[in-house]
């Protein structure tokens, strides 16, 4: 990244912040209606400890979900890539399943374990396991057909094909969907923490809504942007060093 990109990724947060800003202060904005960046800094340094007591728990259900979901995801996509049958059999039926707003399957998986982390967790799994599946059974099945003949003609079976060659070529794809799905992780927790949870940015949120604190509404979407951000930059310095043959380019200042 150039100095102007970084220079760019800093300036422009900056720029909006501050029209922000001077639109609530110049248009005199009730604060309970859009609260102005000070007014959410403020709530942020006030609240500091409760809005660590519920960022704590968003974290680690997300965590938890995400790192259930790489498991499965990964596993079921390379079923799913080295197979044509299972790529036939189950593709649909994950499109299905990803078809289903899960905020409708919250107050079912609370009816059977109740309130709190198990419902968070499950959440988080199911939103970000998906995008796992696909893109590393995208990454197993576009391997070139004369590569897989060639490496038949040299005595190697599916599986060799799969742990020598399509694992490899599927690592992009893997690390290119495990920055999108942590995103969506945090998006399953706070969904199950704003219906069902007595912790959690979601049920602060929540309970600084029906109290009129927007300020204290939008330091929780601060909170949660930031964990989001981080978890992505992560995963993207992790993606550099294990793909560095096939990573041109990255973003949040990691990429060379």
Same mark, same amino acid.
């Given at each position: 990244?150039?100095?102007?990109?970084?220079?760019?990724?800093?300036?422009?947060?900056?720029?909006?912040?501050?029209?922000?800003?001077?639109?609530?202060?110049?248009?005199?904005?009730?604060?309970?209606?859009?609260?102005?960046?000070?007014?959410?800094?403020?709530?942020?340094?006030?609240?500091?400890?409760?809005?660590?007591?519920?960022?704590?728990?968003?974290?680690?259900?997300?965590?938890?979900?995400?790192?259930?979901?790489?498991?499965?995801?990964?596993?079921?996509?390379?079923?799913?890539?080295?197979?044509?049958?299972?790529?036939?059999?189950?593709?649909?039926?994950?499109?299905?399943?990803?078809?289903?707003?899960?905020?409708?399957?919250?107050?079912? +998986? &609370? @009816?059977?374990?109740?309130? =709190?982390?198990?419902?968070? *967790?499950?959440? !988080?799994?199911?939103?970000?396991?998906?995008?796992?599946?696909?893109?590393?059974?995208?990454?197993?099945?576009?391997?070139?057909?004369?590569?897989?003949?060639?490496?038949?003609?040299?005595?190697?079976?599916?599986?060799?094909?799969?742990?020598?060659?399509?694992?490899?070529?599927?690592?992009?794809?893997?690390?290119?969907?495990?920055?999108?799905?942590?995103?969506?992780?945090?998006?399953?927790?706070?969904?199950?923490?704003?219906?069902?949870?007595?912790?959690?940015?979601?049920?602060?949120?929540?309970?600084?809504?029906?109290?009129?604190?927007?300020?204290?509404?939008?330091?929780? +979407? &601060? @909170?949660?942007?930031?964990? =989001?951000?981080?978890?992505? *930059?992560?995963? !993207?310095?992790?993606?550099?060093?294990?793909?560095?043959?096939?990573?041109?380019?990255?973003?949040?200042?990691?990429?060379?």
């Amino acid at each position: 990244m150039t100095k102007i990109e970084r220079l760019g990724s800093v300036f422009l947060p900056v720029l909006l912040i501050f029209i922000w800003q001077a639109a609530c202060v110049g248009f005199k904005i009730p604060p309970f209606v859009l609260p102005a960046p000070t007014e959410i800094a403020v709530a942020l340094w006030e609240n500091l400890y409760i809005i660590w007591f519920h960022s704590s728990q968003t974290l680690l259900t997300t965590v938890i979900g995400f790192a259930v979901a790489v498991i499965f995801g990964a596993l079921l996509g390379i079923l799913v890539g080295s197979s044509r049958f299972a790529y036939s059999s189950l593709y649909p039926m994950l499109v299905g399943f990803n078809s289903i707003p899960k905020v409708a399957i919250v107050p079912i +998986l &609370v @009816v059977w374990f109740g309130i =709190g982390t198990v419902p968070a *967790v499950l959440t !988080a799994f199911m939103l970000s396991f998906f995008p796992i599946a696909v893109n590393v059974a995208t990454g197993l099945a576009t391997i070139e057909p004369e590569l897989r003949d060639v490496l038949r003609s040299l005595g190697a079976n599916q599986m060799d094909i799969v742990r020598k060659i399509g694992i490899p070529r599927s690592l992009p794809y893997l690390f290119a969907s495990l920055k999108i799905s942590i995103t969506l992780a945090f998006v399953g927790s706070v969904i199950s923490e704003t219906l069902a949870s007595n912790r959690g940015i979601g049920t602060l949120m929540t309970q600084a809504s029906a109290n009129f604190r927007v300020s204290l509404v939008f330091a929780g +979407l &601060v @909170v949660i942007a930031a964990m =989001g951000i981080a978890m992505y *930059v992560i995963f !993207a310095m992790i993606e550099k060093r294990m793909t560095a043959w096939a990573v041109r380019g990255t973003t949040f200042g990691v990429g060379g």
